[in-house]
């Protein structure tokens, strides 16, 4: 049975989820700042065991991210993702100012586009939004 748990997530699970995907490698300190600046996180657990998380960051006013949405691989397929975003979706929804609009955005892997627009989200570019951009800064 998956089981959803909102703000526990620690360094060590966080790294380890990342790694289990083939993410890029953080540092401790980095994974720290990461989990304590998000605005919310969820992690999946099946019988104790990680299996999954995602976080939004952002303002909180205006603008949301979702970020690091990740199920390691011998549990995909089992709506663990979906799950995991739709209670991110429902955190910002709880957040967002009455008579306001909230911008909930992402930038997903590569062949991971129409599990996104199952969940409502649109790809860019479109008519009135440009493609979304990136630019890596190392240090």
Not at 72 to 100: D, F, M, N, W
Not at 111 to 139: D, W
Request: with cysteine; net charge negative; charged share 25%.
């Amino acid at each position: 049975m998956i089981q959803l748990v909102e703000n526990k997530l620690d360094i060590e699970t966080y790294l380890w989820l990342r790694e289990q995907v083939n993410w890029k490698k953080l540092s401790h300190r980095q994974a720290e700042m990461a989990i304590e600046n998000a605005l919310i996180n969820v992690c999946a657990y099946e019988d104790s065991r990680p299996v999954g998380m995602g976080r939004v960051v952002g303002d909180g006013a205006v603008i949301c991210y979702i970020q690091d949405l990740v199920v390691i691989p011998s549990a995909q397929g089992q709506h663990i993702g979906g799950r995991i975003l739709e209670r991110l979706k429902a955190y910002v929804e709880e957040i967002t100012e009455p008579g306001t609009t909230m911008m909930l955005s992402l930038m997903c892997a590569k062949g991971r586009e129409e599990f996104y627009h199952r969940h409502g989200f649109i790809s860019r570019p479109t008519q009135t939004l440009g493609p979304g951009m990136i630019q890596y800064i190392e240090k």
